[in-house]
């Protein structure tokens, strides 16, 4: 199995999902918390859509919440944001405390061996982890990918 991360910000709607088709991606897991973006201009990865679209291009659609940090330790990251002066869309790196909060809070009690099973059982190939951020090293899933890459799965960032 291949692993790929992507977010949305930066990309148009067209662009978005040529990404997923161009690498063949077959299974979509979305580890956002909340599964909504305000405003228009990406409103086509709001659950619904984005579940529809999928489907219409034959790529499996999971939500694994488990994998999503809490708010409580998204307020981590605001707080730094805060403090570095930078919008979420901007940003391009995490915080240490929140990198070593979600470890120990989410990816510590994150079963990867029942999710991997579940990925052999669709018989997936090319996984596709989704959050909104442009740049994965400012964004939770890039932690879930490192965790991904230390199991000897191949990750590409999309």
Known sequence: MNFYTIGVYGSTEQEYFQKLI????????DIRQRRGVRGPKYAFVNSKRLQ????FEG???CHIRDLAPTQEIREIQKVKDLE??????????L???FVATYKSKVLNNFNFDIFL??????KAKNIALFCVEE????????????????????????
């Open 95 to 97: 915080g240490d405390l």
């Open 117 to 122: 099973k579940q990925l052999e059982s669709q």
């Open 22 to 29: 161009d690498n063949k991606v077959d299974v979509f897991c």
């Open 84 to 93: 570095n002066g930078a919008l979420k869309r901007d940003r391009n790196t």
């Open 59 to 61: 790529i499996k659609y």
């Open 52 to 55: 529809e679209r999928l489907k």
């Open 135 to 158: 740049k994965h090293l400012a964004c939770h899933r890039s932690i879930v990918s490192n965790q991904l890459k230390n199991l000897d799965y191949k990750i590409e960032q999309l």
